[in-house]
């Protein structure tokens, strides 16, 4: 089976099936990011600055006849594929008391997990730098449910999410308040594959490289002003068209070149930037002298990220763990080991309760199949798995602690 590129790609062979770090050139990654974004090409876009698509504040009216707002979904879906892969809309949210009032329930919520000695890990910045709220959505909805009613009925949320998932998404929700002085993130790539180690990512095959990003939406609602020097978000637009670029940017050259190249764009309180998760992209540097630069990190997934049936995978373990000690220490070899456990355990970090599993030490927290592998090499006995089984199921639950 030869593997399709995106729109726009170069430098694919079409025999590659998994990608490696030796598929990665970046005199290829370059020809593609500097392409340009034409204003003609997006006809309901305000404005191109610095590569970026610009949408402004009177996209809600027009998206208001049904006609209309299919054809603004097909541009936005070309932004996201063929364009620069990044879309800002310029007071997304018209009326900011509705941020305000957010923006105060967030600080509550700090409030409290400061107040409960709680640090917030991060996946690309140093632990306890910068103020996080995982799982921001259901926590707000808790604590100010018509807060939450009143800025999740914003119609550009709608608009993108359903253009880029179709219906029946899901949406999460992670604040992030950068504070002055904090550094800026290492330029990534996002979740799925973007969570991911290098050795990691190169065990899956190039198609599912290639489909992981029409799988989530990554957006950010701004919710103070940000100016350049409060380091609002890094982007390399059209990055996201490189079709190696999960391997790529682990690679130091590329790193360097985003460093080099990147655009950054000052927001007002109330606008919204999306893009696809696979775009080059990182928070930046907080140089100013008193900005907490707050954004609502939303991401949004499909809803045919799930499996059929319901399965009681933690129950599987507990039952499975004592005939895979004895097949163990009888010669099973670990491919049999290893093909068991994929077929039983969640093998996946995600999703998980953040608060209480956080990837400190790694960009993901311990999945359950390699927590029984790390217990079968280490030789924990019946009850010590089952211990530190239970506390990784109680860790990944939703709810409070």
Not at 160 to 183: D, E, F, K, M, R
Not at 278 to 307: P, T
Not at 377 to 383: C, F, I, R, V
């Amino acid at each position: 089976m030869s593997t399709t590129a995106q729109p726009g790609t170069v430098g694919l062979r079409h025999d590659v099936q998994w990608f490696s770090a030796a598929d990665c050139r970046l005199d290829d990654f370059v020809r593609i990011v500097e392409a340009e974004t034409r204003r003609e090409d997006y006809p309901f876009a305000a404005g191109v600055e610095r590569n970026v698509l610009i949408y402004g504040p009177d996209l809600q009216h027009r998206a208001a006849n049904p006609a209309v707002r299919r054809e603004i979904q097909a541009e936005l879906v070309r932004a996201l594929t063929e364009g620069p892969g990044i879309v800002v809309f310029k007071r997304a949210f018209a009326d900011t008391a509705v941020v305000d009032r957010a923006t105060e329930a967030f600080n509550r919520l700090i409030e409290d997990q400061r107040a409960a000695g709680t640090a917030g890990g991060d996946h690309f910045a140093k632990p306890g730098a910068n103020d996080r709220v995982w799982g921001a959505l259901d926590k707000l909805a808790v604590a100010a449910p018509g807060v939450f009613a009143d800025y999740y009925a914003n119609d550009v949320l709608a608009l993108i999410s359903q253009a880029w998932l179709g219906p029946n998404y899901q949406v999460t929700s992670q604040v992030n308040v950068v504070n002055p002085g904090g550094a800026a993130q290492t330029a990534h790539r996002d979740y799925h594959l973007g969570f991911m180690g290098l050795e990691e990512a190169q065990a899956y095959p190039a198609h599912v490289h290639l489909l992981s990003p029409a799988l989530t939406l990554q957006g950010a609602v701004a919710h103070c002003d940000m100016p350049v020097e409060s380091g609002p978000t890094l982007y390399l637009p059209h990055s996201h068209k490189y079709p190696a670029g999960y391997i790529a940017f682990h690679r130091p050259e590329f790193t360097e070149y985003f460093e080099q190249h990147y655009v950054q764009l000052p927001l007002e309180k109330g606008d919204a930037a999306f893009f696809n998760p696979a775009l080059f992209h990182g928070a930046g540097h907080n140089r100013s002298a008193g900005i907490r630069r707050m954004a609502n990190l939303l991401q949004v997934s499909s809803a045919f990220g799930r499996a059929m049936e319901t399965v009681d995978r933690t129950g599987m373990c507990r039952a499975l763990y004592p005939v895979l000690r004895q097949r163990l220490a009888a010669g099973a070899g670990p491919e049999w080991i290893r093909n068991v456990v994929a077929a039983a355990a969640e093998g996946y970090a995600f999703p998980t309760n953040l608060d209480r599993d956080q990837p400190i030490g790694g960009i993901a927290p311990e999945s359950q199949a390699a927590l029984v592998l790390r217990a079968l090499e280490s030789g924990l006995d019946d009850a010590a798995f089952e211990t530190e089984l239970s506390a990784q199921q109680q860790r990944r639950g939703s709810g409070a602690a």
